[in-house]
């Protein structure tokens, strides 16, 4: 079971790329905030000036927690 979750989010992650890339296109920003869902599962992303993507894969029970200080 662990495993097949692991998969999973593996799956969610590369699958929003592509919503990372749409995402840059509209925005200037770095931080863009949620740009993709997968039935609880929420996808942050953050871009760099050099353009590499951090991905953050959370729950989207608590929308409020994700903060960027």
């Keep these: 079971m662990q495993q097949q979750a692991q998969y999973l989010h593996q ?4 699958a929003s790329l ?6 840059l296109i509209t925005s200037k920003e770095c ?6 869902r997968f039935n ?3 996808v942050t992303a ?5 353009n590499a ?5 959370h729950d989207g029970r608590n929308d409020e927690s994700i903060k960027v200080g």
């Excluded at 931080?31 to 993709?36: G, I, N, T």
């Design 11 to 14: 799956f969610v992650l590369h």
């Design 18 to 23: 592509d919503a990372v890339d749409e995402a």
């Design 31 to 36: 931080h863009l905030k949620v740009v993709d």
């Design 40 to 42: 609880n599962l929420m």
């Design 46 to 50: 953050f871009v760099t000036p050099g």
């Design 53 to 57: 993507r951090f991905l953050l894969l």
